[in-house]
């Protein structure tokens, strides 16, 4: 857990969140994608949004989730609603 407070944009209760789901490396959130992470979290913990989808990519870009690019953000706004939409039953 230790490893991925290093990583922008990831405290210690991300980290904690993170490795519930089996995230415990920066490796293991590489190899996963910050989509299926986030996935993941959602599934596991209802109120995980989408500034913590933001975090994840921005974690694995090496940057702060702000100076993601506005493509970016709106195809994981896009999967956040679809997320939302699913849990909500619709």
Do not use: P, W
């Amino acid at each position: 857990m230790a490893e991925l407070t290093l990583l922008r944009n990831i405290g210690k209760e991300m980290a904690r969140k993170l490795t519930t789901v089996g995230i415990d490396s920066f490796e293991t959130l590489r190899e996963a994608g910050a989509k299926e992470v986030y996935f993941k979290l959602k599934m596991t913990y209802s109120r995980v949004c989408l500034v913590h989808l933001y975090a994840l990519e921005g974690a694995l870009e090496g940057g702060e989730f702000n100076s993601l690019t506005r493509e970016k953000k709106r195809g994981l706004k896009e999967l956040s609603g679809f997320l939302e939409r699913k849990q909500r039953g619709g």
